[in-house]
């Protein structure tokens, strides 16, 4: 599975940043595609993601009604759009996914090493 992703840049506070990650070479139906993020001297956490089987989507509490996640399932393209951006969404954003014969376990997925490919980071700068 290759995961390449795009997006990131250096905004103003309460600007607006896209996010994109496109999967392939998935093996099996069921998927979900996601977002991570990790700032300086901080552990890496989930910002978003989407499983592809219902659609079901997660949003970490610190980005819920200013990130939205969106999942163009024929291109296995996941998109995150990034509004209202503030100093503290700075940070390294990684995609990932993770697949099987069944759909994801929404508890399973919310474990940081369920997520079995990772693309490359992409820097999010905002400055203040």
């Known amino acids: 599975v290759q995961l390449q992703a795009c997006g990131g840049g250096l905004v103003q506070t309460g600007g607006s940043l896209r996010l994109s990650c496109a999967a392939s070479?998935?093996?099996?139906?069921?998927?979900?595609i996601g977002w991570f993020r990790q700032a300086p001297g901080k552990e890496r956490e989930g910002v978003s993601w989407?499983?592809?089987?219902?659609?079901?989507?997660y949003y970490g509490d610190s980005v819920k009604g200013r990130f939205t996640i969106a999942l163009d399932n024929a291109k296995k393209t996941v998109h995150l759009q990034m509004n209202n951006l503030k100093p503290e969404d700075t940070a390294v954003y990684y995609c990932?996914?993770?697949?099987?014969?069944?759909?994801?376990?929404?508890?399973?997925?919310?474990?940081?090493?369920?997520?079995?490919?990772w693309g490359q980071g992409t820097l999010v700068t905002v400055s203040s």
């Open positions: 989407i499983v592809s089987s219902d659609g079901s989507v």
């Open positions: 070479g998935f093996t099996f139906a069921h998927y979900a």
């Open positions: 990932a996914a993770v697949s099987g014969p069944t759909p994801p376990a929404k508890l399973l997925v919310r474990l940081l090493a369920s997520w079995e490919y």
